[in-house]
């Protein structure tokens, strides 16, 4: 969708499939961060990981309103978004790393599967 988007920023229909993504990201940030039973050991690291899908969310959708604006102007865009999704990796790593560190294991099927490795599904 994104890729689509960038190529063909005129298009309403690619712009508004985007902007859904930044607004499913953000929703995403906020759903973690409402979350009320969560052990004190991951309350920080899901507490970044929160603010990191919101504040990745909030940089997609700058790009996105920049999109129309020029290539210069969407590439300095691009590059905080960029940096955001670094650190959102960087979050994203950490609760699997106290997962994995914790013993906390999920199932294919488990919602919290996102954040066990699989064998060598898992790639960077």
Same mark, same amino acid.
């Given at each position: 969708?994104?890729?689509?988007?960038?190529?063909?920023?005129?298009?309403?229909?690619?712009e508004a499939s985007a902007?859904?993504?930044?607004? *499913?990201?953000?929703?995403? !940030? %906020?759903?973690? $961060?409402?979350? =009320?039973?969560?052990?004190?050991? @991951?309350?920080?690291?899901?507490?970044?990981?929160?603010?990191?899908?919101?504040?990745?969310g909030e940089k997609l959708?700058?790009?996105? *309103?920049?999109?129309?604006? !020029? %290539?210069?102007? $969407?590439?300095? =865009?691009?590059?905080?978004?960029? @940096?955001?999704?670094?650190?959102?990796?960087?979050?994203?790593?950490?609760?699997?790393?106290?997962?994995?560190?914790?013993?906390?294991?999920?199932?294919?099927?488990?919602?919290?599967?996102?954040?066990?490795?699989?064998?060598?599904?898992?790639?960077?």
């Amino acid at each position: 969708v994104l890729t689509v988007w960038v190529e063909d920023r005129d298009n309403g229909a690619t712009e508004a499939s985007a902007q859904e993504i930044a607004t *499913d990201m953000i929703a995403l !940030g %906020d759903t973690l $961060l409402g979350l =009320s039973s969560i052990p004190a050991s @991951a309350a920080s690291a899901n507490q970044a990981l929160g603010l990191a899908y919101q504040d990745a969310g909030e940089k997609l959708r700058e790009v996105i *309103d920049d999109g129309g604006q !020029g %290539d210069s102007v $969407l590439a300095d =865009s691009m590059q905080e978004y960029n @940096a955001s999704a670094e650190q959102f990796t960087r979050n994203y790593l950490a609760l699997v790393d106290l997962f994995t560190q914790s013993g906390v294991t999920f199932a294919p099927t488990d919602m919290g599967s996102a954040f066990s490795p699989q064998g060598t599904s898992v790639g960077l």
